[in-house]
């Protein structure tokens, strides 16, 4: 008998023993030693950012090191890179004035710019003296029994590079963008702003006035327009505003979104009626000392109420506020595109935004509500009418880019995926095509610059290189006559350029995801001019930071080739099994599948730390970048398209690599990652075993009209009467709530305003009334990005996976320790 009890003993041993080997711990440190926090402390700069001056070819930069933030002037024409100043002699300038200790390492300096004579720099000290905000008449009139209002001083300099002189400036200009109401005339003669619905408009002295004081009884205000109401406003604003806020400021002046011409003499808007656009309400329970209700308009897909556009042109000559004639579809969309800013001109206090056009026309276009017909039209002031340049017309949705158009007005550059991929055209401002200026199979991204005076065009485009990963960008350039395309900046890398103005230069920032990312400058010729900048990653690599691996894989169809990237534990063993996460998001307008180095580490490299294998991965009808067959494949079927392709991206994986585990694999996403991976788990619920959701659109009924519609489809059906009607009709995630077996957290913000808190509130319904086991987060307060909580999220999300992929139901401790050491500890 004793024997037998042994023997038990042994067998109950035994098989402990066996259930404690197949536990694994979740790697916390390793994962908390890359928290946001410890990662500002390690990566900095990962590119050069030009500013260029007006009166030459030169730029200024700066550049974070481990070393300190460096200030540099480039002047490419002399192929010299200098320091702006020296750091040590300027902190100590400073000092002097300011009476607080600088030294050059840990010297930085807020709003720097060239001044007018380009020899001068201006720029602000922020110091530990203390002195009573500028406002602080105001709150004392408001609240006489208000308590000291202070604020750290700050001074403003100008220190000439020539003579080495700082000066303090005593009384310094308010800043400008303090003013988000006023729209200010390329002349600064008129501002026009939004009041009680309406639109209005000040001189430059009355602005002035505002600017000191915004309650100054003297200021003369213009009223332009009487029939503004609820819903049917002149302005902006009042989005995320509760019923307390909009009580709050319903008497203070708003932005209203005009294009200004040229000679400041004349403007354009839309206006969006909005009136039986139907209601939308989410509760701000954590408000104080009550909750608050936000209401705002909304349109779903497939709904009949929907927003009326009015295109309206008003003249300060004549005096008249015209709604102009464009009805052409129902529903349309109206899109009015603003001048582009020169490059050189991103450092200027004012930047004025004119139309696209000049005095006498304006272009603009109109979309029908499928997004199957676009008109790329112009205003004619003169004749007062439409001008349709170019017709797109198409079986799915139609994306359009802005025009380039020529400034002798007579050529315009035309962007259009008419021929199946994204390509450049060249029309007379009469609407005659002229000629196809870029063709083949790769796709143009955007214009870069044209040079007029060597008729050449450059362009951003990607997957024209053979053997390389067809999402990298570079820069080319055709000359505007047709011929050969040239290639710019050469190099296995995904590039970004910034271009001067004269297209003379432009600054090359190389990356992948695997290297360092290095900066460059290039002639128009694309020869390097001289290497700028490599980013400093020694603290990042002596935390045991690894570059992360890109591999390619076949479509489920079997031929069609795909990217993605891997990221593994950076104390990785080859012999050990581990589980796989996939970090999904399926589009339609981008893929969550990084090209160049990235800071943003929370959902893909930190989540590895804790002991997965996390893989990104493109899809079929994930990214806009490549085919639009490629890109429109999940058009008709927005929940399904995407998930062949990620499965079989996880199954290829486990094929070459013997230490992932694909009977563990986890799934996470968010907005449209966290509908991808609850639908995942539905579809494929022998396959998907564990997933976490956040923010989902699991219900794209009840999402926005504008991407929902766009991305499915909506049916235009005629009646016999004439009428003009869409039907829209979607698969959803709670229909497939029964198909649930694994391991579901849903999540989401309560005050979400962009994917409704109704999405995942009904996928918990749906499965509640499926009697299905599942886990569900609401984060107080936050919007679609989760905000002061994202930190939070994370260390929740790891301990579902930490706990249902790696099997360690240990739990963690109630206290998130890896969070409360980044707090600063309080004196």
Known sequence: MKRCILSLSFILISVWGYAQVGVEKGNYELAARFS???????????????????????????????????????????????????????????????????????????????????????????????????????????????????????????????????????????????????????????????????????????????????????????????????????????????????????????????????????????????????????????????????????????????????????????????????????????????????NNARDDDFKPIKWLGDNNSFYFSITSRDLKKVDICKWNLRDNKKEVIVEERSNTYIDINKPEILSNGLEIIHWSERDGWGHLYLYGSDGTLKRQLTSGSYHVESIARVDEKNRKVYFVANGKESGEDPYYEHLYSVNLAGGAVTLMNTGNF???????????????????????????????????????????????????????????????????????????????????????????????????????????????????????????????????????????????????????????????????????????????????GGFMSTAAMLVYPDFFKVAVSSAGNHENNIYNRWWSEKHHGTQEVITPKGDTTFVYQIEKNPDLANNLKGRLLLVTGDVDNNVHPANTIRMANALIKANKRFDMITLPGQRHGFGDMTEYFFWRMGDYFVQHLLGDNTPPPVDMLEVQREKPQKK
């Open 36 to 342: 946001p926090e410890k990662l500002k402390k390690m990566i900095f700069s990962t590119d050069v950012d030009p500013h260029w001056l007006k009166k030459s070819d030169r730029f200024w930069y700066e550049y974070e090191t481990s070393e300190g933030k460096f200030y540099y002037i480039v002047d490419p024409g002399k192929k010299t890179k200098n320091d702006l100043f020296d750091r040590d002699k300027l902190a100590a300038e400073i000092t002097r004035i300011v009476k607080d200790p600088f030294d050059g390492q840990h010297l930085d300096l807020n709003d720097l710019k060239f001044l007018e004579d380009e020899s001068t720099i201006s720029f602000r000290i922020k110091s530990s003296e203390q002195v009573l905000k500028k406002d602080w008449d105001k709150i004392k009139a408001k609240n006489k029994n208000a308590k000291d209002s202070l604020e750290q001083k700050t001074y403003e300099f100008h220190y000439n590079l020539g003579t080495q002189i700082l000066t303090e400036i005593k009384d310094p200009a308010k800043e400008p963008e303090r003013q988000s109401w006023a729209n200010i005339s390329p002349d600064s003669s008129k501002i026009i702003f939004a009041k009680h619905h309406n639109l209005y408009w000040m001189n430059k002295a009355d602005f002035l006035k505002a600017v000191k004081d915004e309650k100054d009884s003297t200021i003369v205000e213009h009223q332009l327009t009487q029939d503004g109401e609820k819903d049917y406003d002149y302005g902006t604003g009042g989005r995320g505003e509760d019923n307390v806020d909009e009580e709050k400021n319903k008497d203070k002046r708003k932005r209203a979104m005009v294009l200004w011409s040229d000679d400041s003499q004349q403007f354009i808007f839309t206006r969006s009626d909005n009136r039986q656009v139907k209601d939308l309400w989410v509760i701000h329970h954590t408000k104080d000392p009550r909750p608050t209700l936000e209401s705002y308009k909304y349109a779903m897909p497939g709904e009949k109420e929907q927003p009326i556009q009015e295109l309206v042109h008003y003249s300060f000559e004549t005096k008249n506020m015209n709604r102009l004639p464009v009805p052409t579809f129902k529903d349309q969309n109206i899109g009015l595109w603003s001048a582009s800013l020169p």
């Open 494 to 672: 995904n590039h970004s350029i910034n271009m001067n103005d004269t297209g003379s230069y432009f600054v090359n920032n190389s990356s992948r995801v695997n290297t360092v990312p290095v900066a460059t400058l290039h002639d128009r010729t694309g020869r390097k001019v001289m290497d700028l900048e490599s980013s400093d990653f020694s603290l990042l690599t002596a935390a045991g930071y690894k570059f992360p691996e890109p591999f390619t894989f076949k479509a489920d169809d079997g031929y069609t080739d795909l990217y993605g990237v891997m990221y593994k534990p950076y104390d990785f063993d080859s012999t050990k099994k581990y589980p796989i996460i996939e970090y999904v998001y399926p589009g339609p307008q981008t893929e969550a599948v990084n090209k160049s180095f990235g800071r943003g580490m929370d959902r893909i490299d930190r989540l590895a730390q804790l002991g997965f294998i996390v893989i990104t991965s493109g899809n079929r009808g994930g990214h806009p970048g490549r085919s639009k067959w490629y890109h429109n494949y999940g058009y008709g079927n927005l929940r399904d398209y995407g998930l062949d392709d990620k499965k079989a991206a996880v199954e290829q994986l486990a094929d070459r690599h013997p230490y992932i585990d694909k009977s563990r694999v986890g799934i996470h996403g968010h907005s449209g």
